[in-house]
T-cell receptor, first 115, second 111 residues
Framework: GAGVSQSPRYKVAKRGQDVALRCDPI?????LFWYQQALGQGPEFLTY????????KSGLPSDRFFAERPEGSVSTLKIQRTQQEDSAVYLC?????????????FGEGSWLTVV | KQEVTQIPAALSVPEGENLVLNCSFT??????LQWFRQDPGKGLTSLLL?????REQTSGRLNASLDKSSGRSTLYIAASQPGDSATYLC??????????FGKGTMLLVSP
């Protein structure tokens, strides 16, 4: 596609509900990243995929957070038993390789509000 | 742990002014530094990427410098315009996967 596409753009979840956020990276991009951005803060790293392999998940805040990219293209970030502190914008990004020399492209984010 | 600080947190200037945004980072062992722009309700757009071996990059009215040894970068915007109003984020890459961001500088350019 022309850019990184994320869905849903907005999600309101009741506390305790499970949510799934989808990311369609730019076609052919090997690397895919998830970031969490709280209001007034910079994005914080959650996890990184190279093709279908999850190479780094050190930023996932708890075991309620799970990400997958089974076929090396679309990725899903799942949050189980959502809590109010999970309210944030979840940004997906992709690049043709890793960060070291290539431009990274961000989607517009999925805005999650937990009530 | 890498920490990135941006100063000022917010800046308001009249149209036409030249301005400088500052970024500092605690660990100089970086691969690169990037400046991003974020408009309200939108994702991030990469403006400039400076490799660790470079000193500066330029794109149009934007110029970014990097002093890796002192852990500092500046983004210079010449002849600011109302359309430049946005949040500007600085981020460093310390590993193959992790971008560490500052909290951003919110810029308002008034006509």
């Amino acid at each position: 596609g022309a850019g990184v596409s994320q869905s849903p753009r907005y999600k309101v979840a009741k506390r305790g509900q499970d949510v799934a956020l989808r990311c369609d990276p730019i076609s052919g991009h090997v690397s895919l990243f998830w970031y969490q951005q709280a209001l007034g803060q910079g994005p914080e790293f959650l996890t990184y995929f190279q093709n279908e392999a999850q190479l780094d998940k050190s930023g996932l805040p708890s075991d309620r957070f799970f990400a997958e990219r089974p076929e090396g293209s679309v990725s899903t970030l799942k949050i189980q038993r959502t809590q109010q502190e999970d309210s944030a914008v979840y940004l997906c990004a992709s690049s043709s390789r890793d960060h070291s020399g290539n431009t990274i492209y961000f989607g517009e984010g999925s805005w999650l509000t937990v009530v | 742990k890498q920490e990135v600080t941006q100063i000022p947190a917010a800046l308001s200037v009249p149209e036409g002014e030249n301005l400088v945004l500052n970024c500092s980072f605690t660990d100089s062992a970086i691969y690169n530094l990037q400046w991003f722009r974020q408009d309200p309700g939108k994702g991030l757009t990469s403006l400039l990427l400076i490799q660790s071996s470079q000193r500066e990059q330029t794109s149009g009215r934007l110029n970014a410098s990097l002093d890796k040894s002192s852990g500092r970068s500046t983004l210079y915007i010449a002849a600011s315009q109302p359309g430049d109003s946005a949040t500007y984020l600085c981020a460093v890459t310390s590993g193959y996967s992790t971008l560490t961001f500052g909290k951003g500088t919110m810029l308002l350019v008034s006509p």
